[in-house]
Every structure is written in C-alpha cells, then in structure tokens.
C-alpha cells in the first residue's frame, strides 16, 4: 500500500522558518508530480507548491519568494522550505503524489502566532 508521511510541523513565530517533509513508501516515486496543499480552518484547501516528477516547480502566488518545493528520489523524499512565515500561513498542510493514481498524505499542522 502507498503510504505518504509528513513530518516537521510546529508551532512557529512570525517570520521564523519550518521544512516539512514527505515520505513516500511503495510508490514508483520518479513517476509521480509531488505537490503540497494546505487548508486553513473555515477555508477551501489551496495549493501551495508542485514540484514535477521531471524537477520544474512552481508555486503560489502567496508562497512565491517565502517557500520552496524540492524532492530526493534517491530518498523517495519531498520537501517544503518555509521562511519567513506570516500568521495567515497557518493551516494544515498535505503532500501529494499526482501520476497513473493520487495519493494524499494525513497531513501536518503549521501554527504561526506569537
């Protein structure tokens, strides 16, 4: 069975910094887009940032400059760099594996307060 697996949520001040990490098991990982989205309470989950399974990113206009997306295949790894975190950053955030199937992660909490 697929199973994806963040990890490195927390509570954080603003502008601090977090990486969230996914873990991929039993999936042809090259062959999959990976993706992070999040939901904030009250709120439609939105996506955040993609990074193909050929390495080109791209990411949302709200993240553009602040996050950034990466993966190691040889690990079977995604990544989501967070800098400069803004209280509006708050929500949980979900990997994705998008390719022949999509497959969603539990997701991890980000809190950004004081």
């Known amino acids: 069975q697929v199973q994806l697996v963040e990890s490195g949520g927390g509570l954080v001040q603003p502008g601090g910094s977090l990486r969230l990490s996914c873990a991929a098991s039993?999936?042809?990982?090259?062959?999959?887009?990976m993706a992070w989205y999040r939901q904030a309470p009250g709120k439609q989950r939105e996506f955040v940032a993609r990074i193909s399974k050929y390495g080109p990113s791209n990411h949302a206009d709200a993240v553009k400059g602040r996050f950034t997306a990466s993966r190691d295949n040889a690990k079977k790894m995604a990544y989501l760099q967070m800098n400069s975190l803004k209280p509006e950053d708050t929500a949980v955030y979900y990997c994705n594996a998008n390719g022949s199937r999509l497959y969603w992660g539990q997701g991890t909490q980000v809190t950004v307060s004081s």
């Open positions: 039993f999936l042809d990982f090259t062959f999959y887009d």
